[in-house]
């Protein structure tokens, strides 16, 4: 029966010594620069105001559909991360209205509200 090791705590001194190593293999280009972390308010609030002012052409779901596509394309479906879920479930959302849409037609209706649109089709993913 294979047990677990318990492995004892770094003392201080041995974590600044690792502190040191890291910092001379990065001063000597073995180790890639700290990098900082990413502030994601920020970063949505501008993106999301040059989406808006830039994108929304015909042609441009040609762009927003190979980013998709580069997103998620080469994905290891045993490593997936927040980033892959909250793709998918945009996929899955679009999926769901085309759905919705397609049943509209067929019963007859061309007039849907938008609130049963987003209560019946988009919450129940966003939940997941």
């Known amino acids: 029966m294979a047990t677990n090791k318990k492995y004892?705590?770094?003392?201080n001194k041995?974590?600044?010594?690792?502190k040191q190593i890291r910092q001379e293999m990065r001063e000597e280009g073995l180790l890639p620069p700290k990098k900082q972390r990413l502030n994601r308010?920020?970063?949505t609030q501008e993106t999301m105001e040059e989406f808006k002012n830039n994108f929304g052409?015909?042609?441009d779901l040609d762009h927003l559909y190979s980013a998709i596509n580069f997103m998620i394309a080469d994905t290891d479906f045993e490593k997936i991360n927040l980033e892959h879920i909250g793709i998918v479930k945009t996929l899955k959302v679009a999926l769901e209205i085309k759905k919705?849409?397609?049943?509209?037609?067929?019963?007859?209706?061309?007039?849907?509200?938008?609130?049963?649109?987003?209560k019946n089709v988009v919450k129940p993913i966003k939940d997941l």
């Open 8 to 11: 004892k705590k770094l003392t």
């Open 14 to 18: 041995e974590k600044e010594l690792r």
């Open 41 to 43: 308010k920020k970063f």
């Open 57 to 59: 052409a015909f042609s």
């Open 100 to 118: 919705f849409m397609e049943d509209k037609k067929a019963n007859g209706e061309t007039k849907y509200s938008p609130v049963d649109l987003y």
